[in-house]
């Protein structure tokens, strides 16, 4: 069965710290590793698309890496913001049969704080 | 940010009633999803159209029917509501290519109240 974990389930964090977001995949065949922010009250928005063949994307202060080999991802968070508090999902999607399959993480609450 | 709007945003309703959630995109994208949030659970798969008429049944299907009329609009029914039905629902399109492969685009979700 797929599955995707992420940790830790919450952090806090003070404004201008970085910080690590980890998610741990079992997907196969692996197609590509999404992450996303979603703020509360509102649908999730895209913050980057990682292939098998790339190991890091970084979108403003958001990085992500990719370890297709031990099956895991970050989201590396620089110089944090209020506005980043907002909870963050991890999605795996698996490739087959002219389709592809989606599996999402729980997410990871983001809290900074002044 | 993509076009799609989901109505209503909010509803509470009683056991037994017949519930219609809405989703309508201005993109013009071929597939289109609705999704459940609960927590500790990550967002899954009701129910995906891929085209007009073309619905197929996800992860989660069970007491949900679909439609899509029009490309437009993707309609999401619970015929008879439960409890167990009280969840915030997403709708959510993708573009042209495979089914999944593409960016996916969120709406603002429906919060749904079951008593």
């Known amino acids: 069965k797929n599955q995707v974990e992420q940790s830790p389930q919450s952090l806090i964090i003070l404004e201008g710290k970085n910080c690590t977001l980890q998610?741990?995949?079992?997907?196969?065949?692996?197609?590509?590793l999404r992450w996303y922010k979603q703020d509360t009250g509102r649908g999730p928005v895209s913050l980057t698309i990682m292939t098998f063949s790339e190991n890091t994307k970084s979108n403003g202060r958001y990085t992500a890496t990719l370890d297709a080999d031990t099956k895991q991802s970050s989201l590396h968070i620089t110089a944090s913001q209020l506005s980043d508090s907002a909870s963050y999902i991890c999605v795996v999607t698996a490739s087959g049969a002219g389709s592809y399959q989606l599996t999402f993480g729980k997410g990871t609450k983001l809290s900074v704080i002044p | 940010d993509a076009g799609i709007t989901q109505s209503p945003r909010h509803k509470v309703t009683e056991t037994g009633t017949p519930v219609t959630l809405r989703c309508h995109q201005t993109e013009n994208h071929r597939y289109m999803y609705w999704y459940r949030q609960d927590p500790g659970h990550g967002l899954r798969l009701i129910h995906y159209s891929y085209g007009v008429k073309d619905t197929d049944k996800g992860e989660v299907s069970d007491g949900y029917s679909v439609s899509r009329s029009k490309t437009e609009d993707f309609l999401l029914t619970l015929e008879s509501a439960t409890s167990s039905q009280t969840s915030v629902y997403f709708c959510a399109i993708s573009g042209p290519g495979t089914r999944g492969a593409g960016e996916l685009f969120f709406g603002e979700g429906s919060r749904l109240t079951v008593l």
């Open positions: 998610c741990n995949y079992t997907v196969s065949p692996f197609s590509n």
